[in-house]
């Protein structure tokens, strides 16, 4: 089991939830458009510039985006956009990664809860 792995289950089993996430080893932005094309989910991206709102339905089957420090190269904006990925403003402020990764995980929970 990977370090970051149990860190996550040792939180979950703390804050007593069912669910248990799995970590997943890192891969390109375009490998991972790749492998998600076959699966039934929808993929969202927090955008600064996006021109939607978080919704509820946004977080039911979906996989969510955290960009890089700094955000995503140009080359990667084309990329999601050719994949239709949806870029969705999470308020006025430009969040740190760690930061935008809570603050998809909180909005997953409130919105499933």
Do not use: C, H
Not at 55 to 66: A, H, T
Not at 72 to 78: L, N, P, S, V
Not at 80 to 95: H, P, Q, S
């Amino acid at each position: 089991m990977s370090r970051a792995q149990k860190i996550v289950e040792e939180a979950s089993i703390q804050s007593k939830r069912i669910f248990l996430p799995e970590v997943f080893v890192p891969v390109s932005l375009n490998e991972f458009l790749n492998l998600q094309e076959n699966l039934n989910l929808s993929i969202y991206q927090f955008d600064p510039k996006g021109k939607s709102e978080p919704k509820p339905e946004f977080f039911q089957n979906s996989i969510w985006i955290v960009g890089p420090e700094g955000g995503f190269r140009e080359k990667e904006i084309r990329l999601l956009r050719e994949k239709n990925i949806l870029g969705v403003k999470a308020g006025n402020a430009i969040l740190k990664i760690e930061t935008a990764g809570i603050f998809a995980a909180s909005l997953f929970r409130y919105f499933n809860d």
